[in-house]
């Protein structure tokens, strides 16, 4: 799917003329919103780490869906644009000088720290990884995205997807692997 | 060496997502080392979106559906005042380009300032193709092109 080339037909504009310019009428947005708006925030406030922006880029990412001129799409696609334009979002956010990712500077787990504790601990853990991890890992386990779809909304091969989620996947098992060793067992519930 | 992939990941991974780990995948990822890391992951992310799920309150739909409708208003105010921005900048350049010239031209009595008033139609003597110079003609046709070009613009099916 490759919704920037795509160009949308007469009788598409005309509908969209119908509804005020926006991609869908309100009812069928009520529910896309039931169905993303939850998992949309979740993604976001792991993969930034800071509650009041993910909200900030939730709300703009429905907007800009809403007033995108890209062809119609079938739920799935839909969904997954949505991610894409929340994903560019947080990208662009981080590129911003002097604004890097609130959690890019975490500290990697060493053998030294103090055991982890309970649920704080396992996001602790999560927030360990680096921004690109954290959502590679989020779409794949948490969405159920495929290597195509993560690629298309993160911007990065499809090719590497398979060996970047490898290392991110190994990464955490570790992280969490360290909390088992710990004697904590919330973290592997 | 841990090998990197097994076929058995996507259904290990829908499985845990879905909540339906049969004992034929739980007892795959006993033995696969991919699919027991996997399964690790997988279900600590499961956890914690679940109980994200549970901590977050979305705002109404009606609120970002309200914002949404005033970005679209926006644009389409943007787009339809692009003709009239157009011009405006055009009209900017133009002013700047011309300003030398028409200072230069009014710093001197021009030639044509007798034969202004009614001494001048007389000049013309009922030949008007005559009196149509060059400027003229190129001020017209001007004109007419951006008649034409506006009309397009406004009357375009979008």
């Known amino acids: 799917m490759n919704l920037e080339l795509a160009v949308p037909a007469a009788e598409e504009v005309d509908e969209r003329s119908a509804r005020g310019g926006l991609r869908m009428d309100e009812p069928a947005f009520r529910m896309f919103y039931g169905s993303t708006a939850k998992p949309l925030l979740g993604y976001l406030i792991r993969a930034c780490g800071e509650r009041d922006l993910a909200e900030d880029l939730w709300q703009e990412s429905y907007c800009r869906f809403l007033t995108s001129e890209a062809p119609e799409m079938d739920d799935r696609q839909s969904r997954s644009y949505l991610f894409q334009i929340a994903t560019n979002l947080l990208r662009d956010r981080w590129r911003r000088p002097r604004e890097e990712s609130p959690a890019e500077g975490v500290p990697e787990a060493a053998s030294h720290e103090p055991p982890l504790d309970g649920r704080l601990a396992m996001r602790q853990a999560f927030q360990r990884l680096k921004p690109r991890e954290r959502q590679l890992l989020w779409l794949a386990y948490v969405e159920g995205s495929n290597h195509k779809e993560i690629a298309e909304c993160t911007g990065l091969r499809a090719g590497s997807i398979r060996l970047l989620l490898l290392r991110a996947r190994r990464k955490l098992a570790e992280l969490i692997g360290a909390g088992v060793r710990t004697g904590n067992p919330e973290v592997t519930k | ?158």
Not at chain 2, 98 to 114: D, K, M, N
């Open chain 2, 1 to 158: 060496m841990m090998k990197a992939y097994c076929e058995q990941e996507p259904a290990l991974v829908a499985a845990v997502r879905s909540g339906a780990l049969n004992s034929e995948l739980l007892g795959h990822a006993g033995i696969c080392p991919v699919c027991s890391e996997v399964l690790l992951v997988s279900e600590f992310l499961r956890d914690d979106s679940a109980s994200l799920d549970r901590e977050l309150s979305n705002p109404h739909a009606s609120v970002i559906w309200r914002k949404a409708q005033a970005r679209a208003r926006e644009k389409a105010l943007a787009r339809a005042t692009l003709p009239i921005r157009i011009a405006r900048t055009c009209a900017y350049a133009l002013a700047i380009l011309a300003a030398p010239w028409i200072v230069l031209e009014f710093s001197r009595q021009p030639s044509w300032l007798p034969a202004l008033g009614f001494k001048h139609l007389a000049v013309i003597d009922g030949n008007w193709l005559a009196a149509l110079t060059g400027t003229a003609l190129v001020g017209v046709t001007v004109t007419f092109l951006g008649i034409a070009l506006s009309s397009w613009y406004i009357l375009r099916k979008e």
